[in-house]
């Protein structure tokens, strides 16, 4: 369940978001709630809030339109493996998308290396 407001998970059992009151919907439910949920694809998963956030700002100052979809159980935290946080795009924006992203891979292995 999540809340469609704070887009927070919860666990089973939860109606109500403990944040703001507004009634949980499904995962599913939430995603088909997107505006035109067919326009809309996975860029990719990031394990970190950091790495999805960065990839966001990066896309925006594309001008792509991001979306975060964070599948974090805060009720019952597990050691990070577990967290998928999804990154979404337009679908007419997906091959700049992932042309921004692999760019980016790219000079985040550069630095590696350097
Ligand atoms: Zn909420």
């Not at 109606?15 to 997107?34: H, M, Q, R, S, Y």
């Not at 998963?45 to 964070?70: P, W």
């Amino acid at each position: 369940m999540i809340c469609p407001s704070c887009e927070y998970e919860y666990v089973d059992g939860i109606k109500i978001c403990p944040d703001c009151k507004t009634e949980l919907i499904t995962v599913d439910a939430f995603e088909g709630n997107l505006v035109n949920p067919s326009d809309w694809v996975i860029l990719c998963t990031c394990k970190t809030d950091y790495e999805a956030q960065m990839l966001k700002s990066n896309l925006e100052g594309a001008e792509i339109e991001t979306l975060i979809l964070d599948q974090k159980d805060r009720n019952f935290p597990t050691d990070g493996d577990l967290t998928v946080i999804k990154v979404l795009v337009r679908k007419s924006d997906a091959e700049t998308a992932v042309e921004i992203t692999n760019d980016i891979s790219e000079q985040s292995k550069n630095l590696e290396e350097d």
